[in-house]
Nanobody
Framework: QVQLVESGGGLVQAGGSLRLSCAAS????????MAWFRQASGKEREFVAA????????NYADSVKGRFTISRDNAKNTVYLQMNSLKPTDTATYYC????????????????????WGQGTQVTVSS
């Protein structure tokens, strides 16, 4: 079992930055790929970014490429999402997720690859 707790959300003006954190506890965090998804009000949850267990590979949604950066610190059992040049369309609840498979070299972008989910943190970007 893996428990995930997100933090760092808030209200920011367009063009600003936020850094989200996801603290993990439980089994084998450092061996699992991690990802961030988001869900805007009235919309389906969508992929944002993913990182492999060792940080060797990352994957981003086209909508955030060049603006967001996912990283992890396995010594701290934490994954981060640095969000720059934020837009009102980035407004959503952001969720971190931990993969089913251990030690995969693929940074998965589909929800079915992820077994554990956090409760989410709200990000609101004002225009």
């Amino acid at each position: 079992q893996v428990q995930l707790v997100e933090s760092g959300g808030g209200l920011v003006q367009a063009g600003g930055s936020l850094r989200l954190s996801c603290a993990a506890s439980g089994r084998a965090f450092s061996s699992r790929g991690m990802a961030w998804f988001r869900q805007a009000s009235g919309k389906e949850r969508e992929f944002v970014a993913a990182i492999t267990w060792n940080g060797g590979s990352t994957n981003y949604a086209d909508s955030v490429k060049g603006r967001f950066t996912i990283s992890r610190d396995n010594a701290k059992n934490t994954v981060y999402l640095q969000m720059n040049s934020l837009k009102p369309t980035d407004t959503a609840t952001y969720y971190c997720a931990s993969a089913h498979v251990l030690s995969s070299i693929t940074a998965y972008y589909t929800e079915d690859r992820y077994a554990y989910w956090g409760q989410g943190t709200q990000v609101t970007v004002s225009s």
